[in-house]
């Protein structure tokens, strides 16, 4: 399969769109706490940042195209026995692609949200000095 990019508009599942948007509507309180106070309106060093994004066949919690990042929060319910387990095979065919996945669970957001934030902030600083020339899109942080 193609990496992700804009020609192929990172591989955007438009079927996927109708769920998402339903997920949207009830987040957990990591999620809503991460996107509220750290990935929403470019708060994030100034990269845009999208919620409950269909690519492929899964739906991304948050993702950033122009980094290639998608950033999952694992809730309550993937540690419930009857929830469904982490899909190694999502993060195989995401991976495929050309994304990375920075994963945390619920608990790490809603009590160490710094070190949440300050592992994304790594992550994206690694990724800028690997770039010759930052996007000119993206707003100062």
Not at 53 to 63: G, N
Not at 75 to 85: K, M, T
Not at 98 to 116: A, H, M, Q, S
Request: proline share 4%; net charge positive.
């Amino acid at each position: 399969m193609k990496k992700a990019s804009k020609n192929n508009s990172y591989h955007y599942n438009k079927e996927l769109q109708p769920y998402a948007n339903e997920l949207k509507q009830c987040l957990t309180e990591g999620e809503r706490l991460l996107w509220k106070n750290v990935l929403h309106n470019r708060q994030m060093k100034g990269y845009q940042f999208r919620l409950c994004r269909p690519v492929l066949h899964y739906i991304a919690d948050f993702i950033c195209r122009e980094l290639l990042l998608i950033v999952e929060i694992d809730g309550i319910s993937s540690y419930d026995a009857f929830a469904q387990p982490i899909d190694p095979q999502r993060a195989e065919d995401l991976t495929a692609i050309g994304f990375t996945i920075l994963r945390f669970t619920e608990w790490e957001v809603l009590n160490k949200r710094e070190r949440v934030v300050a592992e994304i902030e790594k992550w994206i600083e690694q990724q800028e000095k690997r770039s010759v020339t930052p996007s000119k899109k993206r707003k100062a942080a």
